[in-house]
């Protein structure tokens, strides 16, 4: 039987090449993580949003069940180790705030296909055929792997999933997970600025 899912929206980024808070981007007057956290919504069991200490009290991100980041200066590992602490008996499907073509059916298909034998599950990027790391199921006994990696200093979600045993997907969409950096990155995309 397969694992209970809960959801994790990494939003504790610093968006710094952005100039402004990513989770705080609008589409269709909501928010771009209200969007995500909705998505998530439908295909786990239950879902949070990951913050930095800092951000605990943001109006946006307390709308949400919050999991603050236990560890500094680790990224979205960071975040990942955290859920994992406060509820290491599930499986997580971890995916960032700043995916404004994430859609439903890219995360089923990721849950339905996942593997119940590796550790990670993650799609192939459409860009370079790496693994893409934060929109990726991540297993309850993965945070052993994830804990040798960050002890050897290791903490690129994305160079863990290559160096572990990773179940790799071809995206449904090849547009769905490109994300959003910079204002032009926002130009070109579905969201607008934060009012």
Request: hydrophobic content about 40%.
């Amino acid at each position: 039987m397969a694992n209970t899912v809960f959801g994790l929206v990494l939003a504790g980024g610093k968006s710094r090449r952005m100039g402004q808070d990513k989770a705080l981007l609008q589409r269709n007057g909501h928010t771009q993580l209200k969007h995500v956290v909705t998505l998530l919504e439908q295909v786990t069991d239950r879902t949070f949003v990951s913050a930095r200490n800092e951000q605990r009290d943001d109006p946006e991100r307390h709308q949400f069940e919050l999991i603050v980041d236990r560890y500094d200066d680790m990224g979205p590992i960071a975040g990942i180790l955290s859920a994992m602490d406060e509820h290491p008996d599930v499986d997580w499907l971890v995916v960032a705030c700043d995916l404004p073509n994430i859609d439903k059916t890219t995360l089923a298909y990721l849950l339905e296909n996942r593997s119940a034998e590796r550790p990670f599950s993650a799609f192939r990027s459409s860009h370079d055929g790496l693994p893409e790391p934060l929109c990726a199921v991540y297993t309850a006994n993965s945070h052993v792997i994830i804990r040798e990696f960050v002890v050897e200093g290791l903490v690129c979600p994305r160079k863990i999933l290559i160096r572990s045993d990773t179940a790799l997907f071809e995206q449904p969409d090849p547009a769905a997970l490109d994300n959003i950096n910079t204002p032009e990155d926002l130009a070109a995309s579905v969201l607008e600025a934060a009012s």
